[in-house]
């Protein structure tokens, strides 16, 4: 089973190939960063773009840490950071 997912993005009519979850955002910090609760199996690799289920740009990962069962990352936003907690992001 792979852990990719296939979306189409309608306003632009692309498809968006390799994107994967990440994990949900557990934390918003400041104004720019946002902490990821992710899955152990499925670790983001360091400077990933990261997206939203609507295939906004949120940020990059700029550090995985925590212990081998639960990881965490942490996500600089470009932007403000306008994700709710709970809600699940992608990369590639």
């Keep these: 089973m792979k852990s990719a997912i ?4 309608l306003n632009t ?4 190939v390799g994107l994967r979850s990440l994990g949900s955002v557990l934390h918003r910090s ?4 946002l902490l990821i609760q992710c899955d152990a199996s499925k ?7 990261v997206v939203d289920r609507r295939l ?9 840490f ?9 996500v ?7 994700i709710e907690i709970g809600e ?3 990369g590639r």
């Design 6 to 9: 296939y979306i189409s993005n």
């Design 13 to 16: 009519g692309k498809i968006e």
């Design 30 to 33: 400041g104004k720019r960063l």
């Design 43 to 49: 670790l983001p690799r360091l400077y990933s773009d």
């Design 56 to 64: 906004r740009a949120v940020g990059k990962v700029v550090d995985i």
């Design 66 to 74: 925590g212990n081998i069962e639960k990881p965490y990352a942490c």
């Design 76 to 82: 600089l936003c470009y932007g403000g950071c306008g």
């Design 88 to 90: 699940k992001v992608f």
